[in-house]
C-alpha cells in the first residue's frame, strides 16, 4: 500500500507502451495478407522487431522508474526475473514444443 503512486505510474507507463505498440503494429498487421510472400516476410520480422525494441524500452522504463525511488538494485532484479524473465522463457518453451509437435 506504501508504493501506491509506484505502481500507479508503472501502470499508467506500460500502458502507453501498449498503446504505442498497437498504433505501429495494426497497419502492418493489417496490410499483411494482401501483399505478397517476400514483403509479407519483411512484415513480419518488422512487427517481431517492435516487440522487441518496445520490450527494451519497458525495462528501460521501468529501471528509471525504480532508480527514481531508490529501491534497492536487487528488487529490480528479482522483478525482472519474476514477472519480464519467466513468462518470456515459459512461452519460448511452449511455442518449441508445440512446433515439434506440429512438426511430427
Given at each position: 500500500?506504501?508504493?501506491?503512486s509506484?505502481?500507479?505510474?508503472?501502470?499508467y507507463n506500460?500502458?502507453?507502451?501498449n498503446?504505442?505498440i498497437?498504433?505501429?503494429?495494426?497497419?502492418?498487421?493489417?496490410?499483411?495478407?494482401?501483399?505478397?510472400?517476400?514483403?509479407?516476410?519483411?512484415?513480419?520480422?518488422?512487427?517481431i522487431?517492435?516487440?522487441?525494441?518496445s520490450?527494451?524500452?519497458k525495462?528501460?522504463?521501468?529501471?528509471?522508474i525504480?532508480?527514481?525511488?531508490?529501491?534497492?538494485?536487487?528488487?529490480?532484479?528479482?522483478?525482472?526475473?519474476t514477472?519480464?524473465?519467466?513468462?518470456?522463457?515459459?512461452?519460448?518453451?511452449?511455442?518449441?514444443?508445440l512446433?515439434?509437435?506440429?512438426?511430427?
Amino acid at each position: 500500500f506504501m508504493a501506491q503512486s509506484l505502481s500507479g505510474e508503472y501502470i499508467y507507463n506500460m500502458f502507453l507502451y501498449n498503446r504505442n505498440i498497437g498504433l505501429f503494429v495494426f497497419p502492418l498487421v493489417a496490410i499483411i495478407p494482401y501483399t505478397t510472400e517476400n514483403i509479407m516476410s519483411f512484415g513480419i520480422y518488422g512487427v517481431i522487431a517492435i516487440f522487441g525494441i518496445s520490450y527494451l524500452l519497458k525495462i528501460r522504463r521501468i529501471f528509471q522508474i525504480i532508480h527514481a525511488q531508490n529501491i534497492p538494485t536487487y528488487g529490480f532484479i528479482l522483478y525482472l526475473c519474476t514477472l519480464e524473465i519467466l513468462p518470456l522463457l515459459l512461452f519460448v518453451k511452449v511455442c518449441k514444443v508445440l512446433n515439434d509437435l506440429l512438426v511430427t
